[in-house]
Nanobody, 119 residues
Framework: QVELVESGGGLVQTGGSLRLSCAAS????????MGWYRQAPGEQRELVAG???????NYADSVKGRFTISSDNGKNTVYLLMNSLKPEDTAVYFC?????????????WGQGTQVTVSS
């Protein structure tokens, strides 16, 4: 199986920064992309940022210029540096991996890490 372990969430004031990390382990055969979604209370889960193994990135319009996604392919780890945080960034952030394991091809998800931005 594939396990995604997230870390780095917490409480921060408006304008502050946080860095999320997500390490993937297990029977990974290939990775097409990794990244982050988030879900605020009562809202749909939305894509925040994604990155491919060759470094191609994409971001939600709401975080462009403030968030930066990066990865360490050798460690199957993805990072999300979040600057200039706003209260509307408050959500549970979920790491995802699109790829294949020895058992299936598809999406894998972490348990989520809470990010709270106080005003």
């Amino acid at each position: 199986q594939v396990e995604l372990v997230e870390s780095g969430g917490g409480l921060v004031q408006t304008g502050g920064s946080l860095r999320l990390s997500c390490a993937a382990s297990g029977s990974i055969f290939s990775i097409n992309a990794m990244g982050w979604y988030r879900q605020a209370p009562g809202e749909q889960r939305e894509l925040v940022a994604g990155i491919t193994p060759n470094g191609k990135t994409n971001y939600a319009d709401s975080v462009k210029g403030r968030f930066t996604i990066s990865s360490d392919n050798g460690k199957n780890t993805v990072y999300l540096l979040m600057n200039s945080l706003k209260p509307e960034d408050t959500a549970v952030y979920f790491c995802y991996l699109k790829g294949s394991s020895l058992y299936r091809t598809g999406d894998y998800w972490g348990q989520g890490t809470q990010v709270t931005v106080s005003s």
